[in-house]
């Protein structure tokens, strides 16, 4: 499969009325960037190769079947001031008797070599991170180790390729699997889509990556994973070269920070956590977390609990969303048999009946509730409660409940080890005529 | 992926506890591992009421230098993201550099950086598919019915398709056993057994329990210290309950699902009907009240006959319903001992006599604002 | 190590009716390369069966005299082609328990009727063990004839136990205990049993109608020991029973002569229809010469003594369990020498009030003035009782010359006796509020 990706020069042999093509194979390339977007199926290409120019027009056949390159996006340039001076794009022609290729014709002032680059979009490059929380036995400290996956189906090998990550969605108006179908190309003009070359653009500013991972007292390092920031996004760079042939995936570890403070809180919440009162670890991505250098990626955390001698059990796993520095990560764990609530309505009054033409047009129920926490576990644990009222209603309580927003009351506690509260609450709803909204 | 000589290494470790290839070149080394047999300190782990855990131990001779790791699993149903591999030893002088993991195949290739040639233990963690717990327990009633032996058992299916020579097999509550398990076998192990546990015994008429207004008899077993219990808490699990029959042997008396039951709270257990208390109901009264447009309250009085045939007195739990909104009235029967569990439900205890004297309880009521 | 795989064949001819089938491995080296020799085992020394009649379940237990070697024993059970519970096999030492230790309960891969067990021997050790399980198939039902007296006034009672086997299993010489009682079942045996089940059942129930109809006497009368326990009762056969596969066999449980039977003509339409019924009553208690044991659930039959050895039937009913001391109803239907009329003597309709609607009026309440007359006859040559129950509907008032007795909010009761020959007449009155003068 490898190298299905080929450029020529085409060596014009005689006149051109009966041209005759000779070909020339190309050096390897020098170099080859990948940068990776997670949002959007993205890949930006972007190889170098050091080209040899007779005088003249030189025509650069550029073809990519069977991979996954939008056909539209592919781009030539020189490097350095020399080159720029010595080279110019005259044409670039997509031949009518394939699909998967094109011939740019470049005309240089003089022979020589130049290093020139060629970028381009394709699909079927992706990446996505994942995390591994280790909790303590405690429960109240994590060591979080944050991973890329980069995964490889773009029907290309890239080798010893720089990786660049991005993080953030960007704006795309198509898709870059659909640009790279043949059988759609009649519909789209060859020509890029608009904000592509502002991607391309922006990209350029992001300093290029740091020199290969030198081994530190012989040994080889884990390779670093740089962070930066570029406009809404961030960039991931990986350390070194990656090679990563079509098909295969590799994952490698972008952080590893121990002694993340963590915080157990039992929550019902049905607006965030569904309908039942649901145990959530929780930490913040700021730097009194140890964290908050970079946002998070979003990705599956897996939290495993120490069962002491370095044993680990499985507690549970999420869907993470992005999370920005300075958020909050709450991470549902579920429900725990042994932290429950229960909420009973212990009475119920209609008062306020107003009657018209002998018949019920309004009245105010007036509802008393009681709900009970229990705590079995044998240490003392956060409570954070939502209740979320409907229609006109009155909200009455001895109990600290706090105002959420218009409809919703809350109440935040600390219950003991196995300690139990219970903790009433009224709410008057008036209906019918009676309801003032 | 050779799996050829996968099998072959598989086998070949199983012999020894060891396993390393050594690739000709000095800095590359290549080492295959497998999921079959050569695995040491097995543990799995049921800690995740969804999901197993397998943790198990290798033991690799590194290369100074780079060396490649491979890890193939095929044939068993592993979650490859939820791998983790680390030495046993956090300080060893090794550093895992990336993890790559080929096309189609159930494989993946680790890169180790080690400083110099060693054999160093990793450990290694991943979820595992189609291996199925179920917890049950029984029960064994003495003859009078104050006491009982609880045993709990553990059982373990394993359709994963990997074998495990021996693992060692830790529940949810730190339970640890050793076994061998086959693929497609099932293993069932008794876990715990508490004797002299009490029991309480309690007979319910609930009519949301049963609609045929049958009294239903219940046992009680709190999951707690002082009766013999709360040493974890209590998983689901069916519950089969025999007793003694004072005969030397025993019979069964019925059986109930447990829930799951922390420690500190109460396992009710349903064993069946008790066939010899007998409750019937009657409406007394049923008048409409207060009549305004179409408004109404309604006066009601059930009356609850009682007949418990049993040869001694007997303590009925009586669990009554009416919705909306409505209020006891104070000439019923119990009024200064009911509970008001919720607006919807009270609940009350009466003593009924023995051997068939019928007892009537009058259950009065008003509903108020019913439209 | 898969010896009993091979050798399985030899095992099912040698006790090829003898279901589920017990072998023991002995482990003759501890190595690696285990060769297990396989020891066929003395059959079951006894059986005890405990017979569910409220759901389909049997508690078989059986034990045996087995011989361990010191250290782990495998013992291999199974089951296959019986109607067996695989999650309910249990295997206990009756003797020696303490040098016996099961260590585990396998379920093998290859069989999905068979378990083995691992157990532990701290010495070479013969012990009794007892093999549990539930089974389904096995049921028991109750049935009682009653001889009454010529004049009615007591009756001989005669229970019987019938045990109808369809496991697919024939039990031979096995101690029978039957359950009367409703215990929690969570999950059917049969659903558990395994697949085939519900075809073999349709099957084994249509057998069982046929064999239930050439069902037996013994000819010996066995002893039936009853005994309360928990909220069950048991009764345990004397003796020993051989029931084959697909047979039924019935039990004497007691007879008891001279029991006192009242005889009451009942009107209850809700109940017994818009007719006289002669509702024959007795009490399970000592005054009745009864009340040692519940009743079981069953088909209660009548006859009467005709004279000269003859019967007449006199009807049949399927009675609920019946507790100590409570009471029995059964319906014998109606007798045409005790008969009961009732007739609507006058009818007036007063305060009606009207509401318009535009320029039109309507009714829109009244009220409803009735009055009924019951006759009743008794053409008997002896006196009867009666009960006269009368259901009223809505917002009624009920008036009476004779005295009646409120049963719930809408029945009102009479009850009164009749010489032989005599007649009797109740008047009574009854005033119904409609539309808007109901208050109810």
Not at chain 1, 69 to 89: W, Y
Not at chain 3, 235 to 263: C, D, H, M
Not at chain 3, 363 to 391: C, H, P, S
Request: aromatic share 10%.
């Amino acid at each position: 499969m490898r190298t299905t990706l080929a450029i020529l020069i085409l060596v014009l042999a005689s006149a051109p009325l009966c041209a005759k093509e000779e070909l020339v194979t190309l050096p390897q390339r020098d170099s080859v960037q990948l940068t990776i977007y997670n949002s959007a199926d993205l890949t930006l290409v972007r190889e170098r190769r050091t080209l040899s120019f007779k005088a003249g027009d030189n025509r650069l056949q550029f073809s990519w079947a069977n991979t996954l390159i939008d056909p539209t996006s592919v781009d030539f340039q020189a490097v350095g001031e020399a080159a720029r001076a010595a080279l110019d794009v005259a044409d670039t022609s997509y031949p009518a008797e394939s699909h998967e290729m094109l011939i740019w014709t470049i005309r240089a002032k003089s022979a020589g070599s130049h290093v020139v680059e060629i970028s381009y979009f394709t699909s079927g490059i992706s990446w996505g991170a994942e995390y591994t929380g280790m909790v303590n036995t405690s429960e109240d400290v994590m060591h979080l180790t944050g991973f890329v996956t980069v995964t490889n189906n773009s029907g290309e090998d890239y080798e010893d390729a720089s990786v660049r990550l991005v993080v953030g969605t960007i704006h795309m108006v198509e898709r870059i699997v659909d640009l790279a179908q043949p059988k759609s190309r009649e519909k789209i003009p060859p020509t890029e889509a608009p904000d592509m070359d502002e991607l391309r653009k922006m990209e350029r500013q992001f300093p290029a990556e740091k020199g290969a991972g030198g081994g530190a007292g012989g040994m080889v390092r884990r390779k670093d994973i740089e962070k930066g920031t570029l406009s809404e996004y961030y960039i991931y760079a990986v350390e070194g070269q990656e090679t990563i042939p079509t098909g295969w995936s590799k994952r490698l570890q972008s952080f590893s920070i121990a002694g993340v403070p963590l915080k157990t809180v039992y929550r019902l919440e049905p607006a965030k956590f569904g309908p039942s009162f649901t145990k959530v670890l929780e930490f913040k991505n700021d730097e009194e977390h140890k964290l908050g250098k970079e946002p998070l990626p979003d990705g599956l955390i897996r939290l495993y609990r120490d069962q002491g001698q370095g044993r680990l059990g499985f507690m549970g796993a999420l869907a993470s969303k992005y999370i920005p520095k300075k958020e909050e990560v709450k991470i549902n764990v579920g429900p725990d048999a042994e932290c429950t609530l229960a909420i009973k309505r212990i009475s119920l009054k209609k008062k306020d009946l107003g009657f018209r033409n002998n018949w019920l047009v309004g009245w105010t129920m007036v509802e008393e509730f009681e709900m009970e926490v229990k705590n079995f576990r044998s240490r003392a644990v956060d409570i954070e409660i939502h209740r979320t009222m409907q229609g006109d209603f009155d909200f009455e309580s001895a109990e600290k409940f706090e105002i959420h927003d218009a409809t919703t009351r809350k109440v935040v506690f600390t219950l003991d080890a196995n300690a139990s509260r219970k903790l009433r609450y009224t709410v008057t709803t008036r209906q019918g005529e009676n309801a003032r909204k | 992926m050779n799996k050829r000589l996968l099998l072959t290494l598989a086998f070949a470790a199983g012999v020894g506890s060891m396993i390393g290839i050594l690739n000709p070149n000095p800095v590359e080394a290549r080492i295959k591992l497998a999921t079959l047999p050569d695995r040491e300190a097995v543990v799995v782990r049921f800690d995740n009421p969804n999901v197993v855990m397998v943790e198990e131990e290798r033991t690799i001779s590194l290369q100074k230098g780079v060396n490649n790791v491979d890890f193939s699993w095929a044939g068993t149903n592993i979650d490859k993201g939820s791998i983790i591999f680390r030495p046993a030893d956090p300080a060893a002088k090794v550093e895992i550099l990336s993890t790559s993991y080929p096309p189609g195949e159930a494989a993946l290739t680790w890169q180790i950086a080690a400083t110099e040639p060693a054999s160093i233990k990793f450990r290694l963690s991943y979820l595992m598919a189609n291996i199925q717990r179920e917890t049950d327990y029984r029960m064994l009633v003495s003859k009078d019915e104050q006491t009982c032996t609880f045993k709990h058992y553990f059982k373990i299916r394993n359709w994963s398709g990997g074998r495990f020579a021996t693992a060692d097999f830790v529940t949810r509550d730190g339970k640890k056993f050793e076994k061998g398990l086959e693929n497609g076998e099932a293993k069932r192990v008794m876990v715990n057994s508490w004797d002299k546990v009490k029991l309480t015994k309690e007979y319910v008429y609930d009519i949301t329990r049963n609609y045929e207004g049958k009294v239903m008899t219940d046992y009680v077993l709190k999951n707690a210290k002082d009766i013999g219990l709360g040493a974890i808490p209590l998983e689901y699990g069916k519950v089969r309950i025999y007793q003694d029959d004072g005969n030397g042997t025993t019979a069964f008396t019925g059986e109930d699902w447990g829930r799951f039951t922390p420690i500190g709270d109460d396992m009710r257990l349903n064993i069946g009907i008790a066939q010899d208390i007998k409750i019937e109901m009657k409406k007394m009264t049923n008048d409409v009240q207060n009549r305004r447009g179409n408004v109404y309250d309604t006066d009601e009085v059930d009356e609850y006959e009682i007949k418990n045939f049993k040869d001694n007195e007997s303590v009925v739990t009586l669990v009554l319903r009416v919705d909306g909104e409505w209020e006891m009235k104070n000439d019923s029967a119990n009024f200064e001992s009911f509970e008001r569990i919720d607006n919807e439900t009270i609940k009350f205890k009466v003593k009924a006599p023995a051997k068939g004297t019928p007892i009537k309880l009058k259950f009065h009521y008003q509903r108020k604002n019913v439209w | 190590m898969h010896c009993w795989i091979k050798d399985k064949g030899l095992i099912m001819t040698k006790s090829y009716w003898l279901l589920p089938a017990l072998l023991m491995f002995a482990t003759l080296a501890p190595s690696l390369a285990a060769k297990e020799e396989l020891v066929t085992l003395p059959k079951r020394d006894t059986v005890q069966l405990t017979i569910y009649n409220s759901v389909d379940l049997t508690l078989v237990r059986e034990t045996r005299s087995l011989t361990f070697k010191k250290g782990n024993n495998r013992l291999q059970f199974s089951w296959a082609g019986t109607l067996i519970d695989p999650t309910s096999v249990d295997f206990k030492p009756v003797n020696n328990a303490e040098k016996l230790d099961v260590l585990d309960t396998s379920y093998p891969a290859e069989s999905n009727q068979m378990l083995i067990w691992t157990i532990a021997a701290d010495n070479d050790v013969s012990a009794m063990v007892e093999i549990s399980y539930f089974t389904s198939g096995i049921s028991w039902s109750a049935e009682y004839h009653g001889m009454l007296a010529t004049d009615d006034s007591s009756m001989t009672l005669t229970a019987y136990v019938t045990v109808q086997n369809n496991s697919g299993e024939e039990y031979e010489d096995a101690k029978v205990r039957l359950v009367v009682g409703s215990i929690n079942l969570v999950e059917e045996i049969a659903g558990l049993a395994g697949g085939q089940r519900a075809a073999r059942m349709e099957e084994a129930y249509g057998k069982m109608r046929n064999a239930a109809k050439s069902a037996d006497a013994s000819d010996r009368k066995k002893d039936i020991v009853k005994e309360g326990l928990s909220e069950y009762y048991i009764y345990s056969v004397g003796g020993t029973e051989t029931i084959p596969n697909n047979w039924a066999k019935r039990l004497e449980s007691f007879v008891q002569v001279g029991v006192p039977v009242k005889s009451v003509y009942t009107w209850d339409a809700p109940k017994y229809g818009a007719q006289l019924c002669r509702i024959l009553t007795f009490k399970n208690d000592e005054a009745h010469k009864l009340g040692k044991e519940p009743l079981p659930s069953g088909v209660v039959r009548f006859y009467r003594d005709a004279g000269g050895n003859r019967l007449g039937y006199v009807g049949a009913i399927a009675t609920g369990y019946i507790a100590k001391n409570d009471e029995v109803k059964v319906n014998a239907g109606v007798d045409p020498e005790v008969t009961i009329k009732m007739t609507r003597t006058s009818l007036k309709k007063e305060n009606l009030s009207f509401a318009f609607n535009g320029r039109n009026q309507y009714l829109q309440g009244w009220d409803t003035y009735e009055t009924f007359k019951l006759e009743m006859t008794n053409f008997r040559d002896r006196a009867v009782d009666f009960e006269i129950n009368l259901a009223l509907n809505g917002d009624f008032d009920f008036e009476s010359e004779l005295a009646s007795t409120k049963i719930d909010f809408r029945t009102q009761r009479y009850v009164l006796k009749l010489d032989k020959g005599a007649k009797q007449e109740v008047v009574y009155k009854v005033r119904t509020r409609f539309g808007t003068n109901a208050k109810k």
